[in-house]
């Protein structure tokens, strides 16, 4: 696979889209204007699923409510209090950033799935408080909503109000194409690879997947605003909770991986929709809403057969665009390596039980600065479980681990990767589908501090151009350049293990852990390997190896700490190391 | 409010807590073993009560038109698979087991129908025809997505749960049901008026719960069951396999749904579209239950009950808002005093 997912469209194409997206009520009738209409409503809706659900790896359906709520605060406002519908529309935002913020806080920071079942629930409920709250009209609603106005010109036909439906809808598309392809999209992107991953690149995941879903909320709650004032009454019923399904078929059908999946799946479903209930009252001979079956069982069969929906099929159709190469830009800061007296991570007495077992039983040793210390052990001797106690990604059941002096144990991952501790993982966590480049982009991070407003209104580009160069430089480093635009998840295991030292060398740690890096790598690769890391020593950084592989382990470290069901056996040198007898007995069940 | 009302109001509570918490039970065993989050399940007690509507009337229920709609449907993709991956000695059992066994039960169902059998048999073959409809749905539906990530099968899941609605449209038709109670006797204790009814809910509920405590607590299946729950790898390499126990867990879930709908029906007129909101509230007691706990479970549904019902007193226009507002608290609860997440999948 080495094919990536181009988060934008180029040029042309996008200019031939609007050409034809301005011609439509021009050349149409009016029936095709007001589908029109409400395709572009549904789409901006659906983007935010886009980026909530393919993208963050998250779901809502509750996203006709946050239309509903969008659209009934300003029919209130207006209506009752005559406030101007420009006004009315942060007043709405401020509203569902609220609620928004709230529902994710409340269930973002669980592990499981908590936020889509909240959202049926706050789907529910919004729709039925509408349709029984007297002062917003009950179940028949509130009437009388006045038109959209600019001075001197209203908004009344539908014609009209197409082009604002959809300069918002490409806005919003703009926007969020600028967000994926950025500091803290390529974040959100990584979000699939496990919070593990992200997290010890600095991302805070729970925050992140916050912002993703009130960003969500608030694409839903302005189209609801333009929908009240299109329609000009609101009544409860297009809030509900099957529209909020109907919203995620629209985000999944279309591919929940590109921001154009939600502009082809709003149109493919309205119009199948559209046709269906022409059709289905004619073969079967009855009135209902028969659609949601032919809707339910498609879905089934999409989620079976082509999971990544029908974006990709088209996407194929339009001509490739070469990547272009990556620009050179000043370096991003650079931390000072030569911080201070003392070791410059210190384990002591560190302990970690898994019920009755102990994987590690207090271990102590320390890491000088600018060494490399190997730790080694046979299988099962609680290696891996010592390194994630350093990194955060489990937790201390006793004993402390100290960095640069300052404690570090229960701390987490994403505070312990700030202090300038990288990693790389036993198991390989890139995103497959994102490009060597964007992985190990991913690495600077904490070096950058671009945030969603940023870069969706594209004013991160100075820093992004920093980045991109500070990763193609690690890329180089690590002599990956020839593969810098491929898809990560096509390359060999042992390359992607590069890839992984280089996204950690991105972050410009002080202490570079690495959980067996050598594994899957051929001879020379291992020396290509060996080398790379002696001249990341070289530049002051410290580095702990846990390995296997005894030639490489002996050959490159400074020290070594050997441990065995938990303790530690040995430490020293490694020519001390291959003479103790205690670790030959360890490795080769002794000599008798 | 008097004492006398506040029983009554506490009466019809535990009833329906008692209906919620055999399908909490069953969403909770449902995710535990498959990691399915099962929206549709409401729409199983709705055929429950349905199907035990029709036979009442004599009539051959819609039931048995998607259970033989479903049976050929599995038939085929058995067929298909056991074709494609060259197993064709293997095709007459599951044939057997996928179609034939289903078409049996529906046969039984459909001949039996218009001799109006007495109400205990009635009750028999409305569970047999709607629990014949979960391990075909788990086979069609979900055993080709077994990999799949939570998110994708609960967004599959929405979806089952559209189709069964318009299909419970389609088979039994706009107008509500209700079904005879098993007993109109009511007992006085003290001030209070006790139905017989409701006892028999609150009973026929526990002795449900305890015979799946013994279940899973004794039987091989069940502890089959719960490895799969904790570890489906591990699950396959000692030789369950991950298949038979969706199947068998989709069985079980639906007979509860099913008995749920055989509760309810005399309780109230359940409409063809009327599982989904009583699915939710399962959901609500079994979200209190962090999706895991079997009695906590049990007893977030109970609450859920009598919330809902005192709620129907003060405020009845609201009820069900104040019911699903439930789960802010608990989510609140549960986000403030969780631990940061570990790796999820």
């Known amino acids: 696979m080495k094919a990536l997912a181009r988060v934008s469209m180029g040029p042309a194409a996008f200019a031939a889209i609007v050409v034809l997206l301005a011609i439509v009520p021009l050349t149409m009738p009016p029936f095709w204007v007001t589908l029109g209409n409400y395709i572009g409503l549904y789409s901006i809706v659906a983007l935010g699923l886009v980026l909530l659900t393919g993208v963050a790896g998250q779901t809502s359906f509750g996203q006709a409510a946050f239309v509903g709520l969008g659209a009934y605060t300003t029919a209130y406002l207006t209506t009752r209090y005559g406030t101007s519908p420009w006004l009315t529309l942060p007043i709405g935002l401020v509203i569902t950033f609220a609620v928004a913020l709230f529902l994710g806080f409340i269930t973002l920071r669980m592990r499981g799935h908590y936020l889509p079942l909240a959202t049926i629930a706050w789907g529910i409920s919004l729709s039925l408080l509408f349709g029984n709250l007297d002062f917003l009209g009950g179940h028949t609603g509130l009437t009388g909503i006045p038109p959209l106005a600019l001075p001197g010109f209203e908004l009344k036909s539908e014609r009209h109000f197409y082009y604002l439906i959809w300069a918002i809808a490409l806005c919003a598309l703009w926007a969020s194409s600028n967000l994926l392809d950025s500091r803290p999209g390529r974040a959100i992107r990584a979000l699939k690879g496990g919070l593990e991953m992200v997290e010890a690149f600095g991302v805070d995941a729970a925050r992140l997947k916050i912002v993703v879903f009130v960003y969500a909320g608030l694409l839903a709650c302005v189209s609801g605003w333009l929908y009240a004032h299109l329609q000009r009454f609101v009544n409860p019923s297009p809030f509900g909770i099957h529209q909020g399904i109907e919203y995620l078929f629209m985000a999944v059908v279309g591919g929940a991986g590109s921001v154009w999946g939600a502009v082809v799946g709003a149109t493919l479903i309205t119009l199948l929709k559209q046709w269906l209930q022409d059709l289905l009252p004619h073969i079967l001979g009855r009135a209902g809403n028969f659609e949601i079956v032919v809707f339910g069982v498609l879905m089934v069969l999409l989620l079976q057969r082509a999971r990544e929906g029908v974006w990709p099929w088209l996407e194929r159709l339009l001509p490739k665009r070469a990547s272009p190469p990556v620009p050179d830009a000043p370096a991003l800061p650079v931390r000072r390596k030569t911080a201070g007296e003392g070791a410059r991570l210190e384990v002591d007495a560190a302990r970690k039980q898994f019920g009755g077992l102990v994987a590690v039983n207090d271990l102590s040793f320390e890491i000088r600065p600018g060494e490399i210390l190997g730790l080694i052990g046979p299988n099962g001797a609680g290696k891996t479980t010592m390194f994630n106690l350093i990194s955060g990604a489990l937790r201390l059941t006793a004993g402390d681990v100290r960095f640069c002096g300052a404690s570090i144990g229960g701390r987490q991952p994403y505070e312990i990767a700030r202090l300038g501790i990288g990693r790389t993982f036993q198991h390989v966590k890139l995103i497959g589908s994102m490009s060597v480049l964007d992985n190990v982009a991913l690495g600077a991070y904490l070096r950058s501090e671009a945030g969603v407003l940023r870069a969706a209104l594209k004013l991160d580009r100075a820093e992004e151009a920093r980045i991109k160069a500070e990763a193609a430089r690690q890329i180089a480093r690590c002599r990956l350049d020839a593969h810098t635009f491929d898809a990560a998840g096509s390359l060999a295991l042992g390359r992607q293990r590069i890839v992984e030292i280089a996204r950690a060398l991105a972050a410009d740690p002080l202490l570079l852990l690495l959980d067996e890096p050598a594994a899957g790598l051929r001879y020379l690769e291992k020396q290509e390997l060996a080398a790379l890391l002696r001249s990341v020593r070289a530049d002051g950084m410290t580095i702990l190896l846990v390995d296997h592989d005894m030639d490489f382990v002996m050959g490159l470290t400074d020290r070594l700490v050997v441990m065995g069901f938990g303790e530690k056996l040995a430490e020293g040198l490694p020519a001390e190391i291959q003479k103790n007898p205690v670790v030959l007995e360890a490795y080769l069940g002794g000599i008798e | ?345």
């Not at chain 2, 204790?189 to 409701?198: F, L, N, P, T």
């Not at chain 2, 699950?235 to 969706?246: D, E, F, Y």
């Not at chain 2, 895991?292 to 007193?313: I, Q, R």
């Not at chain 2, 989510?331 to 999948?345: D, F, G, I, K, Q």
């Open chain 2, 1 to 345: 409010m008097d004492l006398t009302i506040t029983a009554l109001l506490a009466q019809d509570g535990i009833t329906n807590g008692a209906i919620y918490a055999l399908l909490a039970l069953a969403l909770v065993l449902v995710f535990a073993v498959t990691r399915v989050i099962w929206i549709p399940s409401g729409e199983f007690v709705a055929y429950g009560t349905l199907t035990l509507a029709g036979l009442q009337l004599g009539k051959s229920p819609g039931t048995i038109g998607l259970l033989v709609g479903m049976a050929i449907v599995a038939g085929a993709i058995e067929a298909w698979s056991c074709f494609a991956h060259g197993q064709t000695r293997a095709l007459p059992r599951r044939l057997l087991l996928w179609t034939a066994a289903p078409l049996a039960i529906a046969g039984l169902v459909h001949w039996l129908a218009p001799l109006q059998p007495p109400f205990a048999v009635q009750i028999a073959l409305a569970l047999a025809a709607v629990t014949a409809l979960g391990p075909l749905l788990y086979r069609i539906v979900y055993q080709p997505l077994a990999e799949a990530s939570v998110l994708v099968l609960l967004i599959v899941s929405v979806a089952v749960h559209l189709a069964l609605t318009g299909l419970g449209l389609w088979f039994f038709g706009a107008e509500g049901s209700r079904t005879p109670p098993f007993s109109s006797e009511s007992f006085r204790v003290g001030e209070v008026i006790v139905s017989a009814q409701s006892i028999l809910v609150v009973l026929s509920s526990l002795l449900l719960i305890l015979a799946l405590y013994f279940f899973f607590g004794r039987t091989l299946y069940g502890k089959a069951l719960r490895a799969t729950a904790l570890n489906r790898v591990g699950a396959r390499l000692v030789g369950i396999s991950p298949n038979l126990a969706g199947a068998l867990t989709f069985s079980l879930a639906t007979l509860l749904c099913a008995f749920s709908g055989v509760l309810i029906g005399p309780i109230t007129t359940v409409y063809y579209d009327s599982g989904f909101l009583v699915s939710l509230k399962g959901f609500v007691g079994a979200i209190i239950g962090g999706l895991a706990s079997y009695p906590l479970a049990a007893v977030g549904a109970l609450l859920v009950g009598l919330l809902e019902s005192f709620s129907s007193f003060w405020a009845s226009a609201f009820k069900e808002v104040i019911v699903f507002t439930l789960i802010i608290p608990v989510l609140l609860w549960r986000s403030l005093t969780a631990h940061h997440h570990e790796e999820e999948e």
